[in-house]
């Protein structure tokens, strides 16, 4: 049976998933779509030449009987409320990263997802579907460097529109590594402090950029994350994990090593869409594969609340520059590790 999808929101990263399931991905076709703009929506469906209706309201698209599934990719502080109104008709809903732009707004989905009794919503945080974290992971847990005690990540963009706010560093940005450092650690965090480098000449007046964030877990490791979204020269991400026994490193991105005009070297990626083009397949994948064998795996609605509690701390962190308390309190039953 092909799963029938709504997707609400088709811009960047919105299209690049109606292209991975019309193109790349088995088992689904996308039925309707919307967007608050209602031009982007009809181009939508014309480039993709998806046989589709445009809603132009998000909540008939939820309602509309022929979507069995739906896909939000809207902006940030509108993902709490389609995610609310697609587990109220118990719906399972595909929610691009943060699933809430608070703790509080991750908290109500939490509880409106246990009041329903079964599992509706996976998060969009890929990096635990990426060949390279996942061989990472399995460094760490097979004991091949002991017992990690550091870890030194960068998270590095281009450049970013003038929209961008020094709190997105944390919500819209870090987000990513506070999903998938827990994951990688099977930890969590307890504190958090935001320290801020000289800023560099290329961010905007009102942006503090880069920005290292200073994170403990409960366990004891410490981990220094930069975050540089106007480094001009590529999308760059890092994790280096120190152990008792050895270091590793999350591999590069795969590319040719050329010899040529009296230089060696490799590409750098600039777009983040290439960087983790396979395990945002996969995530999909698994998402449409979850809905048909009836237990969605993948990251969860509590795993969305986890990081955003810490990143409601490191928010917090960047006013008071002080080092911020991390509690997020039981994990509930419904979500087993
Ligand atoms: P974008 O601005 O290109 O697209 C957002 C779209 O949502 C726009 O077309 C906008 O018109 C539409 N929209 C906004 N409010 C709406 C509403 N109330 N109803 C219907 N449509 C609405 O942004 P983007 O880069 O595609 O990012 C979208 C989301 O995806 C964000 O939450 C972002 O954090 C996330 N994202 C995740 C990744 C990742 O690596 N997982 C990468 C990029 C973006
Ligand atoms: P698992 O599903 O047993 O989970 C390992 C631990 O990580 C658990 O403690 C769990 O609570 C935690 N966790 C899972 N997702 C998390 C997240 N997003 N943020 C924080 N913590 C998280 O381990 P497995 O099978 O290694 O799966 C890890 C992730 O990879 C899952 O999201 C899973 O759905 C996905 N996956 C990917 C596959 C692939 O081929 N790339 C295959 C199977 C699973
Ligand atoms: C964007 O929304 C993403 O999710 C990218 O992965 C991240 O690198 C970028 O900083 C965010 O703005």
Redesign the pocket.
């Known amino acids: 049976m092909t799963l029938q999808i709504g997707v609400?929101?088709?811009?960047?990263?919105?299209q690049d998933h109606i292209r991975r399931i019309t193109q790349a991905l088995s088992g689904a076709r996308v039925v309707a779509v919307?967007?608050?703009?209602p031009q982007?929506a009809r181009d939508t469906v014309a480039r993709y030449q998806l046989d589709a209706i445009v809603h132009t309201d998000?909540h008939t698209l939820v309602a509309d009987p022929a979507v069995q599934a739906l896909l939000v990719?809207?902006?940030?502080p509108?993902?709490e409320e389609f995610v609310l109104a697609a587990i109220a008709k118990g719906k399972p809903v595909f929610c691009?990263?943060?699933l809430a732009v608070t703790a509080e707004g991750c908290r109500r989905i939490v509880d409106a997802e246990i009041a329903h009794g079964k599992r509706l919503v996976q998060v969009?945080?890929?990096r635990p579907y990426d060949a390279g974290y996942r061989a990472l992971k399995d460094v760490i847990t097979n004991g091949h460097i002991g017992a990690p005690l550091m870890l030194h990540c960068a998270h590095r963009n281009p450049s970013v529109g003038d929209s961008y706010t020094t709190p997105m560093a944390i919500t819209?940005t870090l987000i990513?590594e506070l999903d998938v450092l827990r994951w990688l650690l099977d930890d969590d965090y307890v504190s958090a402090q935001v320290v801020f480098p000289r800023k560099s000449s290329h961010a905007s007046s009102h942006l503090a950029d880069p920005q290292i964030v200073l994170l403990e877990t409960t366990r004891g490791v410490r981990i220094d994350v930069e975050i540089f979204v106007n480094c001009q020269y590529g999308y760059d991400i890092q994790c280096s994990v120190v152990g008792e026994t050895g270091i590793a490193n999350l591999p590069e991105p795969a590319s040719v090593l050329l010899r040529s005009e009296a230089r060696l070297g490799t590409t750098i990626l600039t777009d983040?869409k290439q960087r983790?083009i396979d395990a945002?397949d996969v995530e999909l994948q698994g998402f449409i594969n979850g809905i048909r064998d009836g237990a969605l795996t993948g990251p969860s609605a509590w795993d969305g609340y986890a990081a955003a509690v810490a990143a409601d701390a490191c928010v917090k962190a960047q006013e008071t520059r002080q080092v911020e308390a991390i509690s997020m309190g039981a994990r509930p039953a419904f979500y087993p590790r």
């Open positions: 609400i929101g088709t811009g960047a990263i919105g919307n967007d608050i703009n982007q998000a990719t809207s902006w940030g509108t993902h691009e990263k943060p969009g945080f890929m819209d990513h983040w983790f945002y």
